[in-house]
C-alpha cells in the first residue's frame, strides 16, 4: 500500500489543533497517552535536573514541553513540527510558560543541529511517520550526536510487534480502546489513517537502535497495547 506523503500528513494535521492541546490527554487517539505524557515529563525531569535546552521533535501543540516545563524551569526550548498551525499553537502556550521558544516547520528527516545542542530530546507520537529503516537509522543517528553527554531521549509513540500473532492480538486490543473511545465508525476512521499513514517499526528494534548509537542506559516507561513510552542516557 502505498503511503501518505508528507504533505498529506501535514495537511491533516492543520485541522487537528484543537484536539492535540489538552495537556492532561496528550494525543487523544493513543492508550495511556495521558500517563504517557506524565512519565515522560518525570523521567525526563528526573534524569536530567540541571536541563536548560530543549528539543520536541513532532511538537504539536507543545503539550510534552508544556509537561516537561512543570517539573523544570528549562530556559529554551526548539520546536520542530511539519504543521504551521500546530507550531504557531505550540509557541503561543509555551512562551506563555515563560519559555523562550524556537521553531521550525520541516521534517526531522531535512534538518541538523550542531553537536550536542539539547539536554534533552522528546518525540512524541511522530517516528512512526518514518518509512525506509535508512531512515530510522539516521534519525536516531541525529538524536545521539544533537545531546550532549549525559543528555537524554525519550520516546512516546504507536508501536509495531516481531511476532506477527502479537501483532494482530495487539492490533485488536488498539481497536477495542478505538471503540470504546468513540464507537465503531470512530475505530473504523482511526484505524484507516494509521494502515495509510503510518510505518511504526517494534519497540525492541527502537531499542537496539538506541544502544547502536551511544545511548548506554535505557529503560521502557510503559507498553501497553500498541503504545509505549521508553527513552535512554547517551554517554
Not at 502556550?93 to 524556537?102: F, L, P
Not at 553527554?149 to 492480538?169: N, Q, R, T, Y
Not at 545511548?215 to 535512554?232: E, H, M, P, T
Request: charged share 25%; glycine share 8%.
Amino acid at each position: 500500500m502505498q503511503k501518505s506523503t508528507v504533505d498529506q500528513i501535514r495537511t491533516r494535521f492543520d485541522a487537528l489543533v484543537e484536539r492535540f492541546s489538552n495537556v492532561e490527554t496528550g494525543q487523544p487517539t493513543a492508550i495511556d497517552g495521558g500517563l504517557g505524557l506524565a512519565l515522560v515529563a518525570e523521567a525526563a525531569a528526573r534524569t536530567t535536573p540541571d536541563a536548560a535546552r530543549v528539543l520536541d521533535v513532532g511538537c504539536g501543540a507543545g503539550n510534552f514541553t508544556l509537561r516537561l516545563r512543570e517539573r523544570l524551569p528549562f530556559r529554551h526550548a526548539t520546536l520542530i513540527d511539519l504543521s504551521l498551525p500546530m507550531l504557531t499553537r505550540a509557541r503561543e502556550r509555551i512562551t506563555a510558560a515563560g519559555v523562550d521558544v524556537e521553531t521550525h516547520q520541516v521534517d526531522v528527516r531535512e534538518i541538523d543541529f550542531p553537536e550536542a545542542s539539547f539536554d534533552i530530546i522528546v518525540a512524541a507520537a511522530v517516528l512512526h511517520h518514518l518509512r525506509e529503516e535508512a531512515e530510522w537509522e539516521a534519525v536516531y543517528r541525529k538524536f545521539s550526536r544533537w545531546l550532549r553527554p549525559g543528555g537524554a531521549l525519550w520516546v512516546f509513540d504507536l508501536m509495531a510487534h516481531e511476532i506477527p500473532a502479537v501483532e494482530e492480538m495487539q492490533r485488536e486490543r488498539y481497536a477495542d480502546y478505538l471503540c470504546s473511545v468513540g464507537g465503531g465508525e470512530y475505530a473504523t476512521g482511526i484505524l484507516a489513517y494509521v494502515e495509510e499513514e503510518d510505518s511504526p517499526r517494534p519497540l525492541t528494534y527502537q531499542l537496539d537502535l538506541m544502544r547502536a548509537n551511544g545511548f548506554s542506559r535505557i529503560d521502557v516507561l510503559l507498553k501497553n497495547a500498541a503504545f509505549a513510552a521508553f527513552g535512554g542516557v547517551r554517554a
